[in-house]
């Protein structure tokens, strides 16, 4: 019997201030129930709801059950929903109790994988590059940075001080959320390029394309970041900062003799560039965590959808070099802005791709979607600012822009295409 074809889908919106959820509703004809498939579920800084009220708006908007979860990434903004408390409880058990058929993660998240993995499931010698490792690494490192901001009590450092906290935070590793992905569901896929994903139970009629993240036996381009490339960024040009971290304190109990009143200046920007050296390197790790994010198209009936999680170039150019993914980015008809619109995550090369713009296509214009906050991450004044300005002008343009930032009291927001 041949599967049935979705007329509909609805893409809903939650407002979850700075983070990612969204929630796919394919409708079919006939008697065929719906399918639900929720992309992300996290937040660092809340606006007007709580993650418990999206839940509930979840399990309402699903009618109870969810087919497939998708986690893009491990970062807490798109995660931190899938949390189960000390006692399980909390909005971890509520996805959890919709009994998702199918959970999504990147292959890094494979929990059999070697620590030297290059791809899921395999072992290599011990002279292989041990990614996955130096990912657990990283995010010990960022609890650390995350502890360092409380240091930045001077008026003048309260930029440090919340950017710091917040990148720190958002590394850690969030185990009770990505405990509760592996094992909500009996069917748990660790994808990467170009993985063919056995959907056709939980989505009929759904073709689930995954452009990314590459492994590094396809690329090992994911273990660097090119958020400064002047060619692909939304930005001019701002001053790279020097990576490199001061030792810690190392007699922190011991009595410290107060500057004298000639010594402050001196004192005051030696802690603001130690506090900028700080943020360099968390912003190196909040990148390489970036390049493990899935990038997932899907295609329904004759609409394409695209969601890329938070992947940046490094990530974007080993699939952007394939003519079939090309193929497939020209005719997207919605688009989640990457990396909640920051300049590193939506290269000029993806976005000339697409066709259904007012520039080309004015007829029929696609849907871009933008979950953010401003104020939690970059600079006006460096031009670092998420989300980013020209970015967000540029798709005002171009497309219909759907952006968090405009709810008016809104929990979401849904636009609804026939496909």
Known sequence: MPAPKPESVDIITYEVGFGDCFLLRIHYPGQTRSRSVLIDFGSTQKNNFSLGQVSQKIKSDCGGKLDVVVA?????????????????????????????????????????????????????SAHEKSLVKRLGNMQALAGALAEQSKMFTFAGEKGIRTQLKALGENNLGNASAMKNLRTMSPRTYYAYHNMKLRLSRELPGVKVHVLGPPTLKQSAAIEKQRSRDQDEFWHLQASAAHEALDPLQLFPNAREIKNPV????????????????????????????????????????????????????????????????????????????????????????????????????????????????????????????????????????????????????????MISLEV
């Open 262 to 413: 000639w010594g402050r200046w001196t004192r005051r920007r030696l802690r603001k560039a130690r506090g900028e050296e700080l943020l360099s390197i968390v912003r190196s790790l909040d990148h390489a965590m970036n390049n493990t994010s899935l990038i997932l198209l899907f295609e329904i009936g004759n609409k394409k959808l695209l969601f890329p999680g938070d992947a940046q170039y490094e990530n974007w150019m080993y699939c952007l070099e394939k003519k079939w993914v090309k193929d497939l980015l020209r005719g997207v008809d919605v688009y989640k802005v990457g990396h909640h619109g920051s300049l590193n995550a939506t290269p000029k090369t993806m976005l000339g791709l697409f066709q259904k713009t007012r520039s080309q296509h004015p007829g029929e214009v696609m849907h871009s979607l933008l979950s953010t906050k401003a104020g939690v991450h970059g600079s006006v004044d460096n031009q670092t600012e998420v989300p980013r300005g020209k970015l967000v002008n540029k798709l005002t343009q171009e497309t219909q822009l759907t952006s968090t930032q405009n709810f008016d009291g809104e929990i979401s927001r």
């Open 72 to 124: 893009t990434h491990r970062h807490k903004d798109h995660v931190h929903g899938f949390t189960l408390s000390s006692k399980n409880r909390g909005t971890g058990k509520v996805i959890r109790d919709l009994q998702p058929g199918a959970v999504i993660m990147p292959w890094t998240e494979d929990p059999d994988a070697d620590p030297k993995a290059r791809q899921p499931t395999k072992r290599y």
